[in-house]
T-cell receptor, first 114, second 114 residues
């Protein structure tokens, strides 16, 4: 069964600094990978997704993520963080076949300081 | 275009009471999901549906029942609420799974069981 690990529970960065949120997955084949963001009091919104092809994917709000098969990772990055990026971020993995829903990581809470 | 609508947004129950959470989507999506979100636990799947008239158990189904009588609606029922069911509940829908598994989330229902 697939699983997702987000090693960092909480990260604090300064506004304007770069950001990298880690995600590691466990799956026997190439999975579908997603990053979702949850602003306070809201539901989750899709940031970006990887299915195949180019391992560097671009998403909304200036985020990008890189799929590294050798490391079973799909880390989320942003070159310059804005205060509005403060939120909780979830990595998720899906299977290519079968009616098996996404499996979510436990999330990383991002705080942004001035 | 409302997307995914959850009602109610807040609810307080006494132990043993029953209630139903309603999720409605207007995107003609086949797949619908109920998750619960607890601090430090991320999102955990309760039940899901792959089409009208179908339901399936997720990771934490005990104490909950669901019904999908109409394609646009997915109901989550608590027959006898327990304090352990205090949580934030999210409904989501998607057009498909795998490559089409972009989830659209509602804004959540905050449930407290006293």
């Amino acid at each position: 069964a697939q699983s997702v690990t987000q090693p960092d529970i909480h990260i604090t960065v300064s506004e304007g600094a770069s950001l990298e949120l880690r995600c590691n997955y466990s799956y026997g084949a190439t999975p579908y990978l997603f990053w979702y963001v949850q602003s306070p009091g809201q539901g989750l919104q899709l940031l970006l997704k990887y299915f195949s092809g180019d391992t560097l994917v671009q998403g909304i709000k200036g985020f990008e993520a890189e799929f590294k098969r050798s490391q079973s990772s799909f880390n989320l990055r942003k070159p310059s963080v804005h205060w509005s990026d403060a939120a909780e971020y979830f990595c998720a993995v899906g299977r290519i076949s079968g009616n098996t829903p996404l499996v979510f990581g436990k999330g990383t809470r991002l705080s942004v300081i001035a | 275009n409302a997307g995914v609508t959850q009602t109610p947004k807040f609810r307080v129950l006494k132990t043993g009471q029953s209630m139903t959470l309603l999720c409605a989507q207007d995107m003609n999506h086949e797949y619908m999901y109920w998750y619960r979100q607890d601090p430090g636990m991320g999102l955990r799947l309760i039940h899901y549906s792959v089409g009208e008239g179908t339901t399936a158990k997720g990771e934490v189904p005990d104490g909950y029942n669901v019904s999908r009588l109409k394609k646009q609606n997915f109901l989550l029922g608590l027959e006898s609420a327990a304090p352990s069911q205090t949580s934030v509940y999210f409904c989501a829908s998607s057009r498909g799974q795998g490559a089409e598994e972009k989830l659209f989330f509602g804004s959540g229902t905050q449930l407290s069981v006293l």
